[in-house]
């Protein structure tokens, strides 16, 4: 009212600010999502893990879904392809991995909210990249949606899955001790997707159009980049400040300053 704006003027630029928002943080080294690309890398993520988890000797990182609400599609196809039956509602679906220092290191985002977990990281490609670029006995912690590690022929032994309760043991199975030390790593996915939506508004407003794909995907991508800047930048990330200090009070000086 005082500038005289009118929504219609405010909104084109809006659309185009995002858009140069995108393209600036594609090239920001404090924003990018970078899988480890060295030994050395997995060796201090999983060291980090292993400051407050002694028996999981090579875990790296976290895995979880994260479903979005949209709005309702007019559209019949649209409409049925992100109902989601089991959470009752229209959704966008994506898988993030975190690492101990509160980043996100691969995502796949974008799906239709009637994927399930598992073939969204299909289509995104994650069991080639955990068979052909993770090295051998690194793993990933995952809840009870994903497959257990003896059971995926396609990355065999590199994930680590979270029974559910009340849910039989598998032939093979983690110790007690391991198991529990996996959920509580489990947990930091939990903090990262509540902190992904709790830092903007529209992801959590349900408001996120079902017809418009290539524009809610540039939404998308730019909360993830955001989120790894905000971690890098500004350091206000609860995955981050509990592993540091965990491994501050260890004595683990050497991996605390890589860390850092």
Not at 66 to 88: F, I, K, M, P, R
Not at 163 to 180: A, D, F, N, S, W
Not at 235 to 260: D, R
Request: charged letters at 20%.
């Amino acid at each position: 009212m005082i500038f005289g704006l009118i929504p219609s003027g405010i909104g084109e630029w809006v659309q185009y600010g995002l858009l140069v928002l995108h393209h600036v943080l594609r090239r920001m080294p404090q924003a990018r999502v970078k899988w480890p690309k060295s030994q050395q890398q997995f060796d201090i993520l999983a060291g980090i893990v292993k400051t407050r988890c002694p028996d999981l000797d090579k875990t790296w990182g976290m895995i979880d879904g994260l479903n979005l609400g949209c709005l309702n599609s007019t559209n019949e196809v649209l409409q049925n392809s992100s109902y989601n039956g089991w959470l009752h509602g229209t959704f966008v679906s994506s898988v993030l991995i975190f690492t101990p220092d509160g980043c996100i290191s691969w995502y796949a985002t974008n799906a239709p909210g009637s994927f399930h977990d598992c073939k969204i990281c299909a289509y995104g490609g994650l069991w080639g990249r955990l068979r052909d670029k993770v090295p051998d006995g690194f793993t990933i912690v995952a809840d009870s949606a994903f497959p257990r590690t003896d059971s995926n022929v396609v990355c065999p032994g590199k994930i680590i899955r979270v029974r559910k309760e009340g849910e039989p043991l598998p032939p093979t199975t983690l110790g007690v001790r391991q198991e529990r030390q996996a959920a509580s790593v489990r947990q930091g996915a939990e903090w990262g997707m509540r902190a992904v939506q709790g830092l903007w508004h529209r992801l959590h407003s349900n408001t996120l159009e079902d017809h418009m794909k290539a524009h809610r995907r540039i939404i998308l991508e730019v909360c993830f980049k955001m989120f790894n800047y905000r971690t890098r930048v500004v350091g206000l990330n609860q995955i981050q400040t509990f592993w540091a200090e965990y491994m501050s009070e260890s004595g683990m000086q050497e991996v605390y300053n890589e860390f850092s």
